[in-house]
């Protein structure tokens, strides 16, 4: 690929307070763009100054939807090496996202290569504190230029970045979580598992009403029965049940998070009993109510894994763990941050380092 670069001539300040810095709020000097059309298929790959991009009133994106995005993080370790964690599974997933919306998305080999020349030229921007990191956010819409409702002939794919705390203002603290019994996000044969901005649309009402109750997200059922175990929103969700950690399957629904993939790699790999299967609600709260859930716990790139400590259903709360981390989630925690800020040796060769 043949990626310009025109470097800004205003770069701007870093943040100095790395303690501080929120998710998601403060963006680098530059961003990646590249456009796509049937004809030329994808050209013009370029780094460019950050800053507004200029969307037509009758653009698809604003009217259909039609985006699809990732999210993924680059890491400085202790020698100042600057490293990304497994960008081929984000690169697999925007395709297959792409696919769901009939949108074109760039190769794996492209995605990988874009992100890797981004993060290079943007590489001091890669925060120096423990838990810290540059959150990287490579999307896709499409913008054609007229109102009917058909596949998209013009597309764009962006990387924005920014560096990033931790997701939620909790921290590594346990998290509260509503399941939601009303509204649904997904139905199989749907959107579900893809990471498209829709999605999350559709998450927010739920979202707001948790939060108004003083939870932080919503746990969701499925939106068929709303009997099954699906996820949160910014996060997949797990369960120590009676020693038996449990997961939902994937099953076109959720979120094919490259967290929970690493988690569940990771704990089947040193023996732990690992079920990604249908988990009912009633099995889950008869769990809580018999002191079988032991611990619960989200993961995902922003989240990274975040217990759980409080769960709300049908306005009953259920305390996990005492309110504490528990142990598989602290675990977990301990072994993909090591491995992603290169504390430990990479020993399922999800590391790769930058040049
Ligand atoms: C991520 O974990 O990267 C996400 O995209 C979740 C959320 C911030 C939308």
């Known amino acids: 690929m043949n990626i310009t670069i025109n470097k800004t001539t205003e770069p701007k300040q870093k943040p100095q307070d790395e303690s501080s810095l929120g998710f998601g709020k ?23 100054p950050f800053g507004p991009i200029p969307v037509h009133p009758a653009s698809t994106v604003l009217h259909y939807g039609a985006e699809v995005f990732e999210g993924l993080k680059a890491y400085r370790t202790a020698d100042g090496t600057v490293q990304l964690f497994r960008p081929e599974a984000n690169a697999q ?32 921007w890669v925060p120096h504190s423990e838990g810290a990191s540059l959150y990287l956010r490579p999307f896709i819409y499409g ?7 058909h596949t998209v002939h013009h597309n764009v794919f962006c990387i924005i970045a920014s ?31 893809t990471k498209c901005g829709g999605n999350y649309a559709a998450s927010m009402r739920a979202g707001e009403r948790a939060v108004q109750k003083g939870f932080t997200q919503v746990l969701w059922l499925d939106g068929v029965e709303r009997k099954y175990i699906e996820e949160v929103g910014s996060m997949n969700v797990m369960f120590k049940i009676d020693g038996e950690i449990v997961t939902p399957a994937l099953l076109g629904s959720i979120l094919p998070g490259v967290t929970r993939r690493s988690c ?18 009633d099995e889950l709260i008869d769990a ?19 217990p759980i400590g409080e769960l709300s259903y049908k306005g009953k709360n259920y305390i996990v763990n ?23 040796p990479d020993k399922y060769g999800w590391v790769e380092k930058l040049d």
């Open 322 to 344: 005492d309110f504490k981390i528990g142990e598989v989630t602290q675990h977990l925690y301990d072994e993909l941050t090591s491995i992603q800020w290169g504390k430990a």
């Open 26 to 48: 403060i963006f680098t000097d530059h961003m990646f763009l590249m456009d796509y059309t049937p004809e030329k298929g994808w050209y013009d790959a370029r780094i460019v």
């Open 264 to 281: 569940v790699e990771l704990l089947k790999a040193e023996g732990y009993k690992v079920s990604e299967r249908l988990l009912s609600v």
């Open 93 to 124: 997933r925007i395709i297959d996202s792409a696919e769901r919306l009939c949108m074109p998305a760039p190769s794996v080999e492209d995605f990988v290569e874009a992100l890797k020349t981004f993060v290079s030229l943007e590489k001091d």
């Open 163 to 193: 560096p990033s705390g931790s997701y939620y203002p909790e921290g590594i603290n346990p998290v509260k979580i509503m399941i939601e019994d009303e509204d649904v996000r997904a139905v199989r044969g749907g959107t579900g598992y």
């Open 143 to 149: 913008d054609d230029h007229a109102l009917g409702v």
């Open 288 to 306: 809580c109510e018999n002191g079988k859930l032991e611990e619960a716990w989200g993961t995902g790139t922003a989240a990274v894994v975040s």
